[in-house]
Nanobody, 117 residues
């Protein structure tokens, strides 16, 4: 089993920045790709960004050019640098990790990001 713990959420004004972190623990040798999802109020969860085990990123169109995903395998941590935040980025952000051996997905409990003036 893999446990994921997100941190870094909070309240920020439009145009501001935040950096989210997600630390993995437990059987971290099983961690393959990692990613960030978000669930805006009253909406479904959606993919934001993902990163492969060897560091190749991909992004949702809505965040390209504003968000950057990275990972530090030694620290077993994935990051999401969010710049140019907009009110529509308001959501609970969840960390996700894929199991290398069986394809299962692990989830963190989420961290709330609120973009408001």
């Amino acid at each position: 089993q893999v446990q994921l713990l997100e941190s870094g959420g909070g309240l920020v004004q439009p145009g501001g920045s935040l950096r989210l972190s997600c630390a993995a623990s437990g059987s971290t040798v099983r961690v393959n790709a990692m990613g960030w999802y978000r669930q805006p109020p009253g909406k479904q969860r959606e993919s934001v960004a993902g990163i492969t085990r060897d560091g190749r990123p991909d992004y949702a169109d809505s965040v390209k050019g504003r968000f950057t995903i990275s990972r530090d395998n030694a620290k077993k941590t994935v990051y999401l640098q969010m710049n140019g935040l907009k009110p529509e980025d308001t959501a609970v952000y969840f960390c996700n990790a894929e199991d290398l051996y069986n394809g299962a997905h692990y989830w963190g409990k989420g961290t709330l990001v609120t973009v408001s003036s």
